[in-house]
């Protein structure tokens, strides 16, 4: 499997452990979502999940985290577990380095 590189601000790496846990836990949350069939709680978690990435630098979590919102909107949950899987191995395999 390939690793995908993050290129972030040196200011953040006080906070990214915490903010990877965060995502790891949403990712969680997402799949018991789609287990339940909640298109609702799938929506939000892709809301957060657009909203969070770019911020931090990870553009591809936004990317990811605005397709699960609009399949949850549709209720197309096997594409939204699909994504979630995405999420997962992206998180999985991501190296953070941390540069001006």
């Known amino acids: 499997m390939d ?10 790496e006080p906070i990214m452990t915490r903010y990877m846990e965060i995502r790891r836990q949403e990712l969680k949350q997402l799949e018991a979502a789609l287990d339940a069939g909640d298109s609702d709680a799938v929506r939000e978690l892709g809301h957060t999940l657009k909203g969070t990435g770019a911020s ?20 197309e949950l096997d594409f939204a577990r699909e994504l979630g899987k995405s999420v997962r191995d992206y998180i999985e395999h991501v190296d953070i380095i941390y540069k001006k």
């Open 3 to 12: 690793r995908f590189q993050v290129t972030v601000a040196p200011e953040l």
């Open 56 to 75: 931090y630098g990870f553009d591809f979590l936004t990317e990811l985290g605005a397709a699960i919102e609009g399949a949850g909107r549709c209720q």
